[in-house]
T-cell receptor
Framework: DAKTTQPPSMDCAEGRAANLPCNHS???????VYWYRQIHSQGPQYIIH???NNETNEMASLIITEDRKSSTLILPHATLRDTAVYYC????????????FGPGTRLSVLP | EAGVVQSPRYKIIEKKQPVAFWCNPI?????LYWYLQNLGQGPELLIR????????DSQLPKDRFSAERLKGVDSTLKIQPAELGDSAVYLC???????????FGQGTRLTVV
């Protein structure tokens, strides 16, 4: 079973920041937080991951709370092409660990 | 660099018929995953290979599903016989062993009628 809880859907206005929350209250000390997204009719696409510190790349920022029980993925300037299902996954970065997907959050970016 | 390639992209078959899906991972990627995705749900792992060895097939319904990864490169997933409930998207992904990021193909959408 997925170890994360996400809202089933969210809306965001085009050009505004999209903040997608994820709860992972049972996360272990060696588990990373990963975010993937899946645009309609495509396979999931890696976005970002982190352990403790906040992370930023060209796609998004990841904010992890100090107790690591929740995190937020931030798309700073959402576009219509960001409409997708966003998955939050916790995973140990070791040999033999799978990616376990939950139902994710369906983000709709509105014009 | 080519990504994960899957074929066919779509497949429609009658129930009780066999079907096979093919996956070519990213060159050099040791780990290969097959996932099943039902409509409105997240992907579910069927099997994971490390090179040519199936290291996690606990979720693979072995009565009708089989997979192989000869020579540790490309892989085939087979269903025989197919049932109506097998209608879904079958996704293949690959990564370097122990690596952080898995790359997914576009998937094969199977419809069993």
């Amino acid at each position: 079973d997925a170890k994360t809880t996400q809202p089933p859907s969210m809306d965001c206005a085009e050009g505004r920041a999209a903040n997608l929350p994820c709860n992972h209250s049972t996360i272990s000390g060696n588990e990373y937080v990963y975010w993937y997204r899946q645009i309609h009719s495509q396979g999931p696409q890696y976005i970002i991951h982190g352990l403790k510190n906040n992370e930023t790349n060209e796609m998004a920022s990841l904010i992890i709370t100090e107790d690591r029980k929740s995190s937020t993925l931030i798309l700073p300037h959402a576009t219509l092409r960001d409409t997708a299902v966003y998955y939050c996954i916790v995973r140990v970065d070791n040999y033999g660990q799978n990616f376990v997907f939950g139902p994710g959050t369906r983000l709709s970016v509105l014009p | 660099e080519a990504g994960v390639v899957q074929s066919p992209r779509y497949k429609i078959i009658e129930k009780k018929q066999p079907v096979a899906f093919w996956c070519n991972p990213i060159s050099g990627h040791n780990t290969l995953y097959w996932y099943l995705q039902n409509l409105g749900q997240g992907p579910e792992l069927l099997i994971r290979y490390e090179n040519e060895e199936a290291v996690d097939d606990s979720q693979l319904p072995k009565d009708r599903f089989s997979a192989e990864r000869l020579k540790g490169v490309d892989s085939t997933l087979k269903i025989q016989p197919a049932e109506l409930g097998d209608s879904a998207v079958y996704l293949c992904a690959s990564s370097l062993i122990g690596n952080t990021e898995a790359f997914f193909g576009q998937g094969t959408r199977l419809t069993v009628v």
